[in-house]
């Protein structure tokens, strides 16, 4: 039982520093000054695009940090 709880326990931590830690790396299509005040935050580690076909269609590019997300 108590395995069963410590197991439920981090797979419940692990959603939740997936959700935490997604974040729009780039703004899709936009004006040019809207681009340059787009803040986007900083990965300290590794950043993994989840919709790279998106972005071909000029989409906002969301990306999962691997590390850790300053904003």
């Known amino acids: ?3 069963v709880i410590i197991i ?3 797979l419940l931590l692990l959603v939740i520093i997936m959700i935490t ?3 729009t ?3 899709g299509y936009t004006t040019h000054a809207e681009a340059e005040a787009f803040n986007s935050p ?3 580690g590794y950043s ?3 919709n790279r076909e998106a972005t071909y ?4 590019g969301r990306s999962f ?3 850790i997300l300053l904003q």
């Open 48 to 50: 993994l695009l989840l």
């Open 8 to 10: 439920i326990g981090l």
């Open 1 to 3: 039982m108590k395995k």
């Open 21 to 23: 830690n997604t974040y």
């Open 65 to 67: 940090c691997f590390g």
């Open 42 to 44: 900083i990965c300290y």
């Open 25 to 27: 790396s780039t703004p």
């Open 57 to 60: 269609a000029d989409h906002p």
